[in-house]
């Protein structure tokens, strides 16, 4: 009996069982959401680099405000 009691009051353990359950939690959140986080990203890649190639044409030019 003061095994099981030595056993159920050791700590060590613990934190990676937490780790785990974070783990856990972040990926139901991701699959609940991956549609949202892919058009998402998908909208942010096209943003810049939709940004990149319009900005390439303008090599010289600068915006300075001073």
């Given at each position: 009996?003061?095994?099981?009691k030595?056993?159920?009051?050791?700590?060590?353990?613990?934190?990676?069982?937490?780790?785990?359950?974070?783990?856990?939690?972040?990926?139901?959140?991701?699959?609940i959401?991956?549609?949202?986080?892919?058009?998402?990203?998908?909208?942010?890649?096209?943003?810049?680099?939709?940004q990149?190639?319009?900005?390439?044409?303008?090599?010289?030019?600068?915006?300075s405000?001073?």
């Open positions: 009996m003061e095994l099981l030595q056993f159920y009051a050791e700590e060590e353990g613990m934190g990676v069982v937490e780790i785990v359950m974070i783990i856990a939690a972040l990926m139901c959140i991701a699959l959401f991956k549609n949202t986080i892919t058009k998402f990203a998908t909208n942010l890649m096209q943003n810049v680099f939709n990149d190639n319009a900005d390439a044409g303008k090599v010289g030019e600068t915006d405000v001073y």
